[in-house]
């Protein structure tokens, strides 16, 4: 069975720092794109961030330029999300996904983790 699992979430004060993993089993991520989006409540999901299945590309939503860094480790079989200087407006689930075709805005992401709550508040 084919699945993403998120970790990594939990509440932060503002100006705080969290790292998101996420864990694939069932299939390799050496030739995937790794994607992570975010809903907060009563908005829509967003993109916020994905990078190639080589680590050497990556994108992120303006939002969250200059304060989240995405990575990943293929020998683990995991990707990563560092969320730095976390804003109030940060709060919402988060969540992995995977896809076998370039990373990118378009992108069908085929693969989709539960989600990992994140929320910021002091």
């Known amino acids: 069975q084919l699945q993403l699992v998120e970790s990594g979430g939990g509440l932060v004060q503002p100006g705080g720092s969290l790292t998101l993993s996420c864990a694939a089993s069932?299939?390799?991520?050496?030739?995937?794109?790794i994607g992570w989006f975010r809903q907060a409540p009563g908005k829509e999901r967003e993109g916020i961030s994905c990078?190639?299945?080589?680590?050497?590309?990556?994108h992120y939503v303006d939002s969250v330029v200059g304060r989240f860094t995405i990575s990943r480790d293929n020998a683990k079989n995991t990707a990563y999300l560092q969320m730095n200087s976390l804003k109030p407006e940060d709060t919402a689930v988060y969540y992995c996904v995977a896809d076998s075709t370039r990373c990118g805005k378009f992108t069908l992401w085929k693969y989709w983790g539960q989600g990992t709550q994140v929320t910021v508040s002091s």
């Open positions: 990078i190639s299945s080589n680590g050497g590309i990556t």
């Open positions: 069932g299939f390799t991520l050496d030739y995937y794109s």
